[in-house]
């Protein structure tokens, strides 16, 4: 049972422009959410992460956006740069669980100069 | 930022070894440390939860006398494989999560030990 869904395993941009990740949950418990960046053989870093009380986070080039009527959470990258490119996870954690969090499956984003 | 070490990055051994793996915070004190398990191109999946003085919480399906884990200190807990299998082999993370109290405190990773049993 896959509560934590990121439909898309792979996303290719230019350059400069958006870069746009979507995330979508089932679990209507899930109240905090986050997004990870993890390079090949290393840990995941964290980006960003967005309360459920909130619609909207933003942090310098990364904003994540959060519809809780959807159960959809999106995060965009603008401008897009080569460094960017990695694996994305979403993350999402209930008040039930503690700090158990639940990953997608994560989206292999290239940046193409 | 939140730093979390992990050793070793890689292990090959033979079959029937046990492996440890340690998992260190370095400059926060550490009172939750997550074990993850990841397969080529999956998603991290949680093993369990090490909380600090006592004993793991294991996920279902995850054999906790196959999985050691202890967490004897707020910087330090170790994970060992016991008596390792080819199907043991997969690459495993730990997070740490600083001060009880702070549940939307981001956990922060280790780079991963990558194991592999021959």
């Known amino acids: 049972d896959q509560q934590v869904k990121q439909n898309s395993p792979s996303l290719s941009v230019q350059e400069g422009r958006i870069s746009i990740l979507n995330c979508d949950y089932t679990?209507?418990?899930?109240?905090?959410f986050l997004w990870y960046k993890k390079y090949p053989a290393e840990g995941p870093t964290f980006l960003i992460s967005?309360?459920?009380?909130?619609d909207k986070n933003e942090d310098g080039r990364f904003t994540v956006f959060l519809n809780k009527s959807a159960k959809h959470l999106s995060l965009h990258i603008v401008p897009s740069q080569p460094g960017d490119s990695a694996v994305y996870f979403c993350?999402?954690?209930?008040?039930?669980?503690?700090?158990?969090?639940?990953f997608g499956e994560g989206t292999q984003l290239t940046v193409n100069p | 930022g939140a730093v979390v070490s992990q050793h070793p990055s890689w292990v090959i051994c033979k079959s029937g070894t046990s492996v440890k793996i340690e998992c260190r915070s370095l400059?926060?004190?550490?009172?939750?440390m997550f074990w993850y398990r990841q397969f080529p191109k999956q998603s991290l999946m949680l093993m369990a939860t090490?909380?600090?003085?006592?004993?793991?919480?294991?996920e279902q399906g995850v054999e906790k006398d196959k999985f050691l884990i202890n967490h004897a200190s707020l910087t330090l807990s170790t994970l060992t494989v016991t008596s390792a299998h080819p199907e043991d082999s997969s690459f495993y993370i730990c997070?740490?999560?600083?001060?009880?109290?702070?549940?939307?405190?981001?956990?922060?990773f280790g780079d991963g030990t990558r194991l592999s049993i021959l």
């Open positions: 679990n209507s418990m899930f109240d905090y």
């Open positions: 400059d926060f004190q550490a009172t939750t």
């Open positions: 967005i309360s459920s009380i909130k």
């Open positions: 997070s740490a999560r600083g001060l009880a109290g702070t549940r939307n405190q981001p956990q922060h």
């Open positions: 090490s909380n600090e003085g006592s004993k793991a919480t294991y």
């Open positions: 993350a999402a954690s209930a008040r039930t669980s503690g700090s158990r969090l639940t």
